[in-house]
């Protein structure tokens, strides 16, 4: 497709089972971005992949938490032993790099809840 | 499906001026929020303001504020006495049942 494509769209866990959750980026976008929307909050950086540079992971709120990108194509985040503070939107985000003049898209979100 | 636009790639102000982004939605939903989020050079996305649909009165936090007009789906952020720290790219975003949509961006340019 034309956008960037997050998949699932809903996800209901139960407390304590790992889920991972999938990001299609703009194809040609070197850069990939992870946010979690709490509700009510705004977003929170998660990780970002910049082409073959190792990842910046200094958002990941603990080591449950990791993510893994195949090049420049789909990135998958993953949640271990999910949390019912987990529970949030998560987006993947992608540009064509760094500069700041690039725009940034975003995919509709993975919304996650842990029961 | 939801879509947000943001009609204007790129806008700049005076220092100590008053600037007005605009964004417009589409949706068919009655209950959803609706958010600006700058973007500085760093990859943080910053919580500006917040509107939920349902409340009437215009959301305000300190310079900024918007103007809400749910019937024409218009949420225009206004930054009053700008600064040059607020210099950064402008989303506009629309949420609903955890979907989020954003506009693709306008990014302010802050002359001294």
């Known amino acids: 497709g034309a956008g960037v494509s997050q998949s699932p769209s809903n996800k209901v866990t139960e407390k304590g089972k790992d889920v991972e959750l999938r990001c299609d980026p703009i194809?040609?976008?070197?850069?990939l971005y992870w946010y979690r929307q709490r509700l009510g909050q705004g977003l929170e950086f998660l990780i970002y992949?910049?082409?073959?540079?190792?990842?910046?992971k200094s958002g990941l709120p603990s080591d449950r938490f990791s993510a893994e990108r195949t090049g420049e194509s789909v990135s998958t985040l993953t949640i271990q032993r999910t949390q019912q503070e987990d529970s949030a939107v998560y987006l993947c985000a992608s540009s064509l790099n760094r500069g700041r003049r690039n725009t940034i898209y975003f995919g509709e979100g993975s919304w996650l809840t842990v029961v | 499906a939801q879509t947000v636009t943001q009609s204007q790639p790129e806008m700049s102000v005076q220092e100590a001026e008053t600037v007005t982004l605009s964004c417009t939605y589409d949706?068919?939903?009655?209950?959803?929020?609706l958010f600006w989020y700058k973007q500085p050079p760093s990859r943080q996305m910053i919580l500006v303001i917040r509107?939920?649909?349902?409340?009437?009165q215009n959301a305000t936090e300190n310079r900024f504020s918007v103007n809400f007009q749910k019937a024409a789906k218009s949420f225009s952020l206004k930054i009053s006495d700008s600064q040059l720290g607020d210099a950064a790219m402008y989303f506009c975003?629309?949420?609903?049942?955890?979907?989020?949509?954003f506009g693709d961006g306008t990014t302010l340019t802050v002359k001294p």
């Open positions: 949706t068919s939903e009655s209950d959803y929020y």
């Open positions: 194809s040609g976008h070197t850069a």
């Open positions: 992949f910049q082409g073959n540079s190792a990842p910046d």
């Open positions: 975003a629309y949420r609903s049942q955890g979907k989020s949509t």
């Open positions: 509107q939920e649909a349902y409340k009437q």
